[in-house]
């Protein structure tokens, strides 16, 4: 009778499977691109009912089939996972390796990683350490590689080992102060595992005078500082960041110039922004952004010049410049120009893109012209303002 049970159990089981896999329709012979597509959906239908083997089987295929190299990357991490949950480690490793291989320079750090963590949670630690620093040796970009050494450190935390690397890589800096590779790691540890900001800034510093043109080290030394209210410190490493790369000289300056306006240094704001602008960095939001500091000084003359500008600019994504119009019938009431602030706000009243826009015109249009001409004085508040003509 178990036998018999056994048996009807298995024979349904395939039954579902044929059913399953029929509803995959194959792809025509010109039709390249699906084949791949199919293979993987099979692989899927194998794995649902526990034939690794066939599973297996179906992403070689798919790789074999697949036209795009990333594409093939990523059904090696699939198949490769497979193994791995499945107990086949050295399979796993060998399919591993041949991803990364595969792979372009941030896709080898990006595999590399995938394979610590798909070891790691399959409880499978030392083979997780191996991958996980080798995606830190692999890493050619600064933030890739901190990236990298990041997912490294938490790991170890999880596994309790933190503490001893951590001590082997203090002990290379007693032994070698300018150690890179030792600053580097006990920096991001001091920073992201013991949250300690003043060591971490001061590893930070010892680590830029070994790489004193490290872009991304100069970029990180300034947020920390500003983290720590060091506007002053953040200011010099932007500064040092604008001429080690100049294709980041705009975002430089502007960051600056950020830092001065919380600082309430407006003179400096708009010093720094003028800079920005003669390097070619102008555009619709901060010319408006200058524009507000300026009313801030109530250069309004100014002011009035730079929101003329903004709103003549093409604005980026398509975008209605609506806020640099508003603004520019507040800064013309604000100069005294009443007649040009009626003008511009009954015109855009009617050609704004936003309802939302042209109501609020009519809403100024509408305070403007309550407002007592010169000549005229303020109605007392039980007095009904005239009537205009």
Same mark, same amino acid.
């Given at each position: ?42 692989? /899927? ?83 997780? %350490?191996?991958?996980?620093? =080798? ?5 050619? +970009?600064? /933030?890739?590689?901190?990236? &990298? ?10 596994? %309790? ?22 600053? &580097? ?144 019938? +507040? ?21 704004? /893109? ?25 109605? =007392? ?9």
């Amino acid at each position: 009778m178990n036998r018999c049970a056994s048996f009807c159990v298995l024979l349904c089981a395939w039954a579902a499977f044929a059913l399953a896999a029929e509803r995959i329709e194959p792809p025509a012979k010109h039709e390249v691109g699906k084949v791949a597509s199919y293979y993987l959906a099979l692989a /899927r239908i194998h794995i649902d009912f526990g034939r690794v083997d066939d599973a297996a089987e179906c992403y070689r295929k798919a790789v074999e089939l697949e036209k795009e190299p990333s594409n093939k990357v990523k059904h090696r991490l699939d198949l490769a996972t497979l193994l791995v949950k499945n107990d086949k480690l050295d399979e796993a490793r060998k399919v591993f390796d041949e991803a990364i291989e595969a792979a372009g320079p941030r896709g080898k750090v990006n595999a590399c990683g995938t394979a610590g963590r798909i070891f790691q949670e399959n409880k499978k630690a030392d083979l997780a %350490d191996e991958y996980l620093k =080798k995606a830190i040796d692999l890493a050619l +970009d600064p /933030r890739d590689q901190d990236m &990298a050494r990041l997912a490294y450190m938490k790991f170890l935390q999880e596994t %309790d080992r933190i503490d001893k690397v951590a001590a082997g890589y203090l002990q290379r800096l007693q032994a070698d102060p300018k150690d890179a590779e030792a600053l &580097a790691w006990v920096s991001q540890y001091y920073l992201m595992i013991e949250d300690d900001l003043g060591k971490g800034i001061e590893v930070s510093e010892k680590l830029l005078e070994v790489r004193p043109k490290d872009t991304n080290l100069l970029e990180q030394l300034a947020v920390l500082y500003l983290g720590s209210k060091r506007a002053d410190k953040a200011i010099e490493m932007f500064i040092r960041l604008g001429e080690a790369d100049r294709s980041r000289y705009i975002y430089a300056v502007e960051q600056i110039a950020c830092i001065e306006t919380a600082s309430g240094n407006i003179e400096k704001a708009i010093e720094w922004n003028n800079k920005m602008f003669e390097a070619g960095g102008e555009t619709p939001e901060r010319l408006y952004r200058q524009a507000m500091l300026y009313q801030q000084l109530r250069d309004y003359k100014r002011a009035i010049e730079l929101l003329e500008k903004a709103t003549k600019m093409p604005v980026q994504d398509g975008r209605a410049p609506d806020p640099y119009q508003l603004a520019l019938i +507040d800064a013309y009431q604000a100069a005294g120009r009443i007649q040009d602030a009626m003008a511009y706000a009954q015109n855009l009243a009617t050609t704004a /893109r936003s309802a939302a826009t042209r109501a609020t015109a009519l809403t100024k249009l509408d305070a403007l012209r309550k407002q007592p001409k010169p000549d005229e004085k303020p109605p =007392k508040p039980d007095e009904k303002p005239p009537e205009n003509k």
